[in-house]
């Protein structure tokens, strides 16, 4: 089974890094001469690469459809109507037992 790769965001720069070759390949060698550092990228074009990211990530978004939608938020308003009317109903119940056994 093969491994997926991920690139890391670099803590300093906030950019991402390009792979590294394999050990011992000519790529490795090359880049390793002529190692040239990219500018630090400025806030508002971290901002920009921000956005741009989240872009792509709404885009692997799987969203629910209107009818699951709707039917979960008729369960939740259904399941909170109940429990506010079972806790207000024990809150009176309460209430009257301990206003009887003050008075």
Not at 14 to 42: I, N
Not at 69 to 88: H, N
């Amino acid at each position: 089974m093969a491994k997926k790769k991920v690139r890391k965001l670099s803590a300093a720069q906030g950019q991402k890094r390009p792979e590294a070759p394999p050990a011992g390949s000519d790529a490795q060698k090359g880049a390793s001469e002529s190692a040239v550092t990219a500018p630090a990228l400025g806030p508002v074009a971290r901002f920009v690469e921000y956005l741009k990211d989240v872009k792509v990530e709404f885009g692997k978004v799987t969203w629910a459809s209107k009818k699951d939608t709707i039917g979960l938020t008729v369960a939740v308003l259904a399941i909170s109507i109940f429990f506010a009317a079972f806790l207000g109903m024990a809150d009176i119940v309460l209430s009257k037992l301990i206003g009887l056994m003050l008075y």
